[in-house]
């Protein structure tokens, strides 16, 4: 068979190069090795104690897979054969070797992590001869068998298709006959009995025996691995997590010489995290069993011990593990999430990559990793993802709640959640899509349980510990989790679980604190959260870092506050039309729309007035000195009538109403004449003349308000009657407005208080449109200055929400000194596409067969809207180049989004209040990317 060249051989390199021994692989070349084994080529280069092994690249796993997943590349065996041999040399033993056997790890990774996702097989190299040779050599038949019997199941799971439960079926039944509770009761000769079982298993299932030649097994683990790329599990989490062929595309194979935790008390296993993944705190974090192997930490079959119990136990090796945080925090410069594992004495490591955080881990650890100078206030901004900032919008339980926990685990992915009992990822899913808040509830939860994460509120567990399965997949999706709460049985057959005395059934409500590990019965209130001192150091190195200025849609007093919290440094878009909806202000709005004149209209106005004035002075107060941009009625005037349906429906309940109080009034009449009136008493309200007239009156203005629906009525709202064209037609109304905000804002300046109003005109498509406005506020402004002596500062700008805006942006900027993104409208516009039509009926579809990218709703469209709004800032600005230019629409909150808006030059964007530190964070990314390039 022709050998691989590799360049070593200072042979021509014609062929592509598969293999990579630790010592020589590329630790920066995710995509070609995995994660995994870029990291543990990059950790013995730079000294660290990693057992000797070598990696088999991505591209072999592609050229597997592409040969219909049945060979593997040509000659692969053969450079597999040359590196184990150099393993044999590096540990002194000898694979398949009777009497020094060396066994090794087959493990799965790829460019991207994704924990749990494809398979590992340990042990490998076992059969009857080497198992005695491992016996003899350690002289501990124990050991010997545990081994072996792990083996078979991994490898008769993974590489063979055998099922679990097949074997956790025998394994129970000798636990059972044993006696014992747990794994490390049992002893040689039940795990012994074990693994005959487990081979007969195997036997039954496959029909053929277990393979005994090393090498034969080597090579089914190798395909084992490489098919794993393409199971079920790892195809829908790529999906789910959006990772792509140019992020990930296969596994690598990281075959690496076995180290034992299990080889008795001075051995041992763990995972730990450089720091607290939770909190962000700078502590050494991690858990671990003595005897035991890897699997069974991350597994949750027996509960670990914190980590820092290891300096009582193992007083020097935990100095090594420290020693161990410390460099590789150093090298990586980013928080390290690290598997080790004991044998006799001897530390290995044998797996890094960054740590997956939630939000307040990832902040408190940037600022302090800035703080200590690892990292740059650059890095440690560019390392959060805008939008995971969202998660510390996590409410957590009332502190003021009074009950009493049901249970108690550990607290091991921080926020709280309600939600229905569920024992099964299924049902999860199934409940969770029908709108159903559910909180899986587990022994343990397995790498396939992952779309009943998807589909709940919370996860909790009662084995396993703070780096189990369920808490490292929660965390990283920022859902609150409680692990390893002991006291819980769960019984899946029932749909129940057993709390003591108390019994839990499917579709109890619970409450989970991840961030206490306490399980509460029923639903506990939550509050909303409140902002760290890392956060808001964070948050002021983006806003040094950024052009973009980050303001708030608010529309209340309140919003404002709640706006100025988050850091928002103006309003983009105070809506007015929502000022009208409170209840006891509508009925003024209907009269005025119900006003057949202009001077009954102007009545109706005149009471809106004072109200609308007060709004503006209060949120113009709250701001100082920040800009409040202020939007004249936008929405069609029918939207504060009922609708014709209900109005018809209150009708006919009236005059029902009418004709019973008639009908009540006839039988009063009756025993009038029967003279048994007595007997009766007064007829109540409305059953009396009385009420007879306030029905009439109702009906009367019902109907009224139904003529005017009916002559409101259009076939296109969104495209009809509102915005400008109201303040056209009606200027008394946008009159009114102009006056209060102008009004209130005299009443500030007057005092010397600086608050700054801009006016802002919804739906312009012509710059006349604008001249008709700016008459209104002319006048409404000389006659203030007038009266007050004062000169008002304000600004008076346009939305730019229609097609017709952007192309005739230059004429527009002579009338204004502002523009502001309406992109919600302009969207439809663009595409002619009507929002709510387009994502209920063809929009999703659109984004699955990838004719859109996104929902364009959601995230801004570059290429057709984008370039529309490059038009208007290029015509504005050409007429006005200090035009001030922002964007109110959703969009504005949206980091990709918002990225664009930076390119463009806009000075801000605006969002919802929760969405500031987000769109802050994303400010500053924008800014530092493209210097950067
Ligand atoms: P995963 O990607 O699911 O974490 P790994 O390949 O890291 O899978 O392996 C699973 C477990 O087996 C881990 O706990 C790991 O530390 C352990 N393990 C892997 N290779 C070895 C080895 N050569 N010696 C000892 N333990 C190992
Ligand atoms: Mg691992
Ligand atoms: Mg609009």
């Known amino acids: 068979m022709k050998e691989i060249i590799t360049p070593k051989n200072n042979l021509p390199v014609s062929e592509i ?36 092994g070598f990696v088999i690249s991505t591209e072999a796993c592609l050229a597997y897979l592409d040969n ?42 790829s460019a991207m992590s994704m924990p749990g996702m494809m398979d590992t097989i340990l042990n490998l190299g076992l059969n009857e001869e080497t198992l005695q ?33 097949k074997f956790d079926k025998e394994f129970e039944i000798v636990k059972h006959k044993a006696g014992v509770k747990v794994d490390i009761g049992l002893n040689a000769s039940d795990l012994k009995e074990i693994s005959e079982k487990f081979l007969e298993v195997v036997k039954e299932h496959t029909g053929k025996p277990f393979p005994t030649n090393v090498y034969d097994q080597l090579e089914i683990a190798i395909k084992a691995v490489f098919n794993s790329w393409m199971g079920k599990r790892a195809v829908d989490y790529r999906r789910e997590f959006n990772i792509t062929p140019q992020q990930a595309n296969g596994t690598a194979v990281n075959v690496v010489a076995m180290v034992f935790g299990n080889m008795g008390n001075d051995s041992a296993t763990g995972v730990a995290f450089t720091r607290d993944p939770g909190t962000g705190e700078n502590v050494f974090f991690g858990e671990y069993l003595v005897n035991a192997q890897g699997e069974d930490v991350v597994a949750g079959i027996r509960t670990p011990k914190p980590v820092l119990e290891l300096q009582i136990e193992m007083p020097d090796l935990y100095k090594q593990l420290e020693d161990l945080r410390n460099k590789l925090e150093t090298h990586y410069k980013e928080v390290q999430d690290f598997e080790f594992t004991i044998e006799k004495g001897i530390l290995y490591c044998l797996q890094t990559r960054n740590g997956k955080m939630n939000a307040t881990g990832m902040v408190r650890t940037s600022v302090e990793m800035a703080k200590e100078l690892l990292i740059s206030k650059k890095e440690a901004l560019l390392r959060i993802k805008p939008d995971l900032l969202e998660q510390l ?67 909790l567990t009662s084995r396993g510990g703070k780096t189990s399965h369920a808490a490292v997949v929660a965390r990283g999706m920022g859902k609150p989790c409680v692990a390893g709460a002991e006291g819980i049985q769960v019984d899946i057959k029932l749909r129940q679980a057993k709390i003591g005395e108390k019994v839990l059934h499917e579709g109890d409500y619970i409450t989970i604190d991840g961030g206490t590990g306490f399980v509460y019965q029923g639903v506990i209130p939550t509050v909303d959260p409140t902002f760290s001192d890392e956060l808001k150091t964070l948050l002021s190195w983006a806003d040094e870092m950024s052009q973009l200025k980050v303001f708030a849609n608010a529309d209340t007093p309140e919003t404002a506050k709640k706006a100025l919290g988050y850091g928002a440094m103006g309003i983009g878009l105070c809506r007015t039309e929502r000022m009208f909806n409170d209840s006891n202000r ?124 009916h002559e409101l009525y259009e076939v296109n709202p969104m495209l009809g009657h509102r915005g400008v064209r109201l303040g056209i037609t009606y200027p008394e109304i946008y009159k009114m407005q102009i006056q209060a905000i102008l009004e209130a804002t005299a009443e500030c300046q007057k005092v010397h208080i600086d608050v700054r109003p801009e006016i802002m005109v919804p739906q312009v498509c012509s710059r006349l449109e604008l001249i008709k406005v700016k008459e209104f506020v002319d006048e409404i402004q000389q006659r203030l200055e007038a009266e007050n002596g004062i000169k008002l500062v304000f600004k008076f700008g346009t939305m730019i929400e229609v097609v017709r805006a952007c192309v005739d942006a230059d004429e527009l900027a002579k009338e204004v000194e502002f523009f502001s993104f309406g992109t919600n409208d302009l969207t439809q516009a ?17 984004v699955e067969k990838g004719i859109l990218e996104h929902n364009p709703f959601e995230v801004l469209d570059v290429n057709g809207v984008g370039k529309l709004m490059r038009m208007a800032v290029d015509f504005g600005r050409k007429t006005k180049p200090d035009l001030k230019i922002g964007i109110c629409g959703e969009h504005g909150g949206q980091p990709d989004s918002i990225a664009f808006c930076h390119t463009l030059g806009l000075n801000y964007v605006s969002c919802s209040a929760p969405r500031v530190p987000v769109a802050r964070l994303a400010a500053a990314h924008a800014n530092l990317i493209e210097r950067k390039q």
């Open 17 to 52: 190069r598969y293999i990579f021994p630790f010592m020589e692989g590329d630790g920066k070349n995710k995509h070609l090795l995995g994660g995994k084994g870029a990291n543990l080529c990059e950790m013995t280069q730079i000294g660290l104690n990693v057992p000797p």
């Open 68 to 109: 219909k997943g049945t060979e593997l590349p040509f000659g692969i065996m053969e450079t597999v054969k040359k590196e184990m041999n150099a393993v044999e040399k590096s540990t002194g033993k000898l694979f398949g070797n009777p009497d020094n056997p060396l066994l090794v790890s087959v493990r799965s990774g």
């Open 133 to 165: 040779g491992l016996i003899k050599q350690t002289n501990n038949e124990r050991f010997g068998y545990d081994a072996y019997r792990r083996f078979i199941q991994l490898f008769g799971k993974v590489a063979l298709g055998v099922p679990d439960e």
């Open 393 to 459: 919008l996590h409410p957590r339980l009332d502190s003021l709640h009074k009950s009493t926990p049901l249970a108690q685990g550990l607290p091991a992915s921080p926020g709280a959640a309600s939600g229905a009992c569920v024992f099964d990822a299924d049902r999860a899913e199934f409940l969770g899509r029908g709108g159903e808040k559910v909180i899986l509830v587990r022994e343990e939860t397995k790498p396939e349980d992952i779309h009943g994460f998807f589909a709940s509120q919370g996860i």
């Open 586 to 709: 509508l009925p003024i709005v209907i009269e005025m729309i119900l006003a057949n004149t202009e001077v009954e209209r102007q009545k109706a106005l005149n009471k809106l007035l004072p109200i609308q004035r007060q709004d503006f002075k209060d949120i113009l107060l709250t701001m100082a000195p920040r800009p409040v941009t202020i939007r004249l009625l936008d929405p069609p005037i029918h939207e504060f009538l009922p609708t014709k349906e209900e109005l018809i429906e209150e009708l006919e309940h009236l005059h029902q109403l009418k004709s019973t109080t008639n009908g009540v009034n006839n039988l009063y009449n009756s025993l009038r004449l029967l003279q048994a009136e007595d007997a009766l008493g007064v007829s109540p309200m409305p059953f009396n003349n009385k009420g007879l007239e306030l029905i009439d009156k109702a009906i009367e203005k019902k109907e009224l308000m139904l003529k005017k629906v």
């Open 830 to 846: 663009t595409f002619s596409f009507s929002r709510e039509d387009a994502e209920n009926k063809f929009l999703p579809l659109y």
